[in-house]
């Protein structure tokens, strides 16, 4: 009888430790939650997603920018159109996000709504058919100094003059053309990342970029051979002094000739060969006009 009072004993220390540690998980998920609660409250109390995030009008927004290539889903020879499922990566600083994190229990980062953000309003200029603005408006990341990252998906169709003179051992040069549609260079800068992504808010001064294919999925029909983003600063008559900017990323793509040599050249070789062969058979055989009927 002891020994059983001891086992029941054992069991209720060991249901109480649990109900205890639950009971202190719960407390830190809802202290947690109460403190993203507040934050959040705070920062987007009289917060304007209209007005540029920068202390001083007179200040211009960097915004780094970075095109990840994740698959090559259409070439349109006819239509000229090029179809890609991207992902555009963009990091700046708003300075009307900051906070410190001793104030509200150590958090550091948030996820939020893009549409509560103000956002650089990139569009693709070379558009050729649906949206040429990004429509996908995912979560941004925010940390506590004020830096966002945005990584929304977008299918982008392109213009791309394909010409197929070397058909089916042709390469294509294809490029897709990104800017703000508002804004120009005096307000809101766009500067390219680097090749590791990594972002360079304080040096205007790059004018290329690789765009990221660690995550591109292979096409049965292309390979990109080269691919690269270049800067450009455009200056119109109207303006003189004000730049407009772009970043145009560069695509030489090489068609892969293997599916066309094996369901269409040889298979013509082959009729051709076959063909010829019809008039090396006798003329009294009766049988020449029927096959080269039949070919």
Known sequence: MP?????AEAGAGEQTLT???????SAVLVLGSEHETRLV????????????????????VQVTVGLQLIQLINVDEVNQIVTTNVRLKQQWVDYNLKWNPDDYGGVKKIHIPSEKIWRPDLVLYNNADGDFAIVKFTKVLLDYTGHITWTP?????????????????????????????????????????????????????????????SNFMESGEWVIKESRGWKHWVFYACCPSTPYLDITY???????????IVNVIIPCLLFSFLTGLVFYLPTDSGG?????GGC
């Open 250 to 260: 560069h695509f030489v793509m090489q068609r892969l000739p293997l599916y066309f």
């Open 288 to 292: 020449c006009s029927g096959h080269g």
């Open 153 to 213: 998906p977008a299918i982008f169709k392109s213009y791309c003059e394909i010409i197929v003179t070397h058909f089916p051992f042709d390469e294509q040069n294809c490029s897709m053309k990104l800017g703000t549609w508002t804004y120009d260079g005096s307000v809101v800068a766009i500067n390219p990342g680097d090749e590791a992504g990594i972002s360079k808010f304080h040096s205007s001064s790059q004018e290329s970029d690789q765009p990221d294919l």
């Open 3 to 7: 020994q059983l009072l001891t086992l």
């Open 19 to 25: 109900v205890s540690v639950s009971f202190a998980v």
């Open 41 to 60: 409250a705070k920062l987007f109390e009289d917060y304007n997603s209209v007005v540029r995030p920068v202390e001083d009008h007179r200040q211009v």
